[in-house]
C-alpha cells in the first residue's frame, strides 16, 4: 500500500530477520501508512508471528 516502508511489508509478513535488520539500521518504527493509518507494530501484531513480535518487542516498540 501506498507510504508503506520496508519495515511494514516485513512486519505484515513476519520477516524476523528484516524486521532486526531494518530497525537496526534506523529504519523508522512509528511511521504510520497505509489505507488505514497503521504502524509496523499494528501489523506485526496482526500477522500474529511470535518471533517478528519479539523482534519489535526487543526494540521495545510494543507493550509486551
Known amino acids: ?3 508503506w516502508t520496508p519495515l ?3 512486519c505484515l509478513k513476519g520477516h524476523e530477520a528484516c524486521i532486526t535488520y531494518l530497525l537496526e539500521h ?3 518504527a ?3 501508512a497505509g489505507p488505514k493509518n ?5 501489523l ?7 518471533a ?3 523482534a519489535l518487542a ?3 516498540l510494543l507493550n509486551k
Not at 506485526?44 to 511470535?50: D, G, L, R, T, Y
Open 38 to 42: 497503521q504502524s509496523p507494530a499494528q
Open 1 to 3: 500500500p501506498k507510504g
Open 52 to 54: 517478528a513480535i519479539q
Open 58 to 60: 526487543k526494540a521495545r
Open 8 to 10: 511494514h511489508s516485513a
Open 30 to 32: 512509528k511511521k504510520t
Open 44 to 50: 506485526v501484531e496482526a500477522s500474529k508471528n511470535s
Open 26 to 28: 534506523g529504519a523508522d
